[in-house]
């Protein structure tokens, strides 16, 4: 079983309420009933928050779906109302911090595939399915999927996996219709994302969303959308099935974990330890270069009122 980096004790804003920290956000409930989200540079990797953070990146992922969600609008309603701190915020929230309507969040990880790798490729090669989903025959590592398919997880806490699950599960849990609905929605959104993403020569292979119901009952697009720490990004001209494909990710540091430098047994209690300057530089381009090739700018401070 994997664990959890305690996390520095969130800041303290007159007129805001901490509700919780999680692995990179902390979330605070406003006097007037919205929600502030603030996402810091702390990192994850094997369901541990690492001791050492990645400089820029809660501004570099902020920025990222605050993009995304211009991109998406005419699909999807999203949950944010501004991304101007409130008063009282320290000066480093610049840039980092959306304020959003609260909802009745769906406890249903969303994740899309239109292509194999990660815990789906592992599946496959057991059973030929990824949650539940029958795959043809042949595949490997990177391979496109013949169509985008909708695979959820259950939500876990901290420190816990989050399990794949069927769309039957889903629909056992809460309801044929909203399950439908998930999916439909997720699958929409996910080819949106595809299409924009290889216009600019970049392969979305996969992405997990998070939605909620707005007082209406309509689903609305929380969290992030489309960051490196919630997709995974390939250069298309690299794309080569059968092997594990370059990504614009934190990939980098989880290769070095696992590798004999860092010294680490992932299978123990022990936390990972500290990573080097060269792992968390090249860790940052990586995360930088995904946000220029899709925004077609470099990473501002904020992007204004919404």
């Given at each position: 079983m994997s664990g959890f980096v305690v996390t520095p004790e969130p800041v303290r804003v007159e007129g805001l309420t901490h509700l919780h920290t999680g692995k990179v956000r902390d979330l605070y409930a406003a006097a007037d009933g919205s929600l502030v989200m603030v996402a810091s540079d702390r990192?994850?990797?094997?369901?541990?928050?690492l001791p050492t953070e990645i400089p820029g990146k809660g501004r570099l992922l902020t920025q990222l779906s605050l993009w995304w969600f211009d991109q998406l609008g005419d699909l999807v309603p999203n949950h944010v109302l501004s991304d101007v701190p409130p008063a009282g915020a320290p000066a480093d929230w610049d840039g980092r911090t959306l304020v959003c309507r609260r909802l009745d969040m769906v406890p249903v990880e969303c994740v899309a595939r239109g292509y194999l790798t990660g815990s789906g490729l592992a599946e496959y090669r057991v059973d030929g399915t990824v949650c539940g989903v029958a795959l043809p025959d042949g595949l490997v590592d990177g391979s496109e999927l013949p169509e985008p398919v909708f695979t959820p997880a259950t939500k876990a806490e901290v420190?816990?996996?989050?399990?794949?699950?069927s769309f039957e599960v889903v629909a056992d849990r809460h309801g044929a219709a909203l399950a439908a609905e998930l999916r439909d929605l997720t699958l929409r959104v996910y080819r949106r994302?595809?299409?924009?993403?290889?216009?600019?020569?970049v392969i979305l292979a996969d992405t997990k969303f998070e939605f909620g119901r707005d007082a209406d009952g309509a689903l609305v697009l929380a969290d992030e959308?489309?960051?490196?720490?919630?997709?995974?990004?390939?250069?298309?001209d690299e794309w080569a099935p059968g092997r594990p494909q370059t990504s614009f990710d934190k990939q980098v540091l989880r290769d070095w974990l696992a590798s004999p430098e860092?010294?680490?047994?992932?299978a123990s209690e022990t936390p990972?330890?500290?990573?080097?300057?060269?792992?968390v530089e090249r860790t940052l381009d990586r995360y930088t270069e995904i946000h220029e090739r899709l925004t077609g700018r470099?990473?501002?401070?904020?992007?204004?009122?919404?």
């Open positions: 990192v994850s990797a094997y369901d541990w928050v420190g816990d996996h989050d399990e794949n699950v994302g595809r299409e924009l993403a290889r216009e600019r020569g959308v489309f960051t490196p720490d919630s997709s995974r990004y390939w250069p298309a860092s010294g680490w047994d992932r990972p330890p500290a990573l080097p300057e060269h792992v470099k990473p501002g401070l904020r992007a204004g009122n919404r």
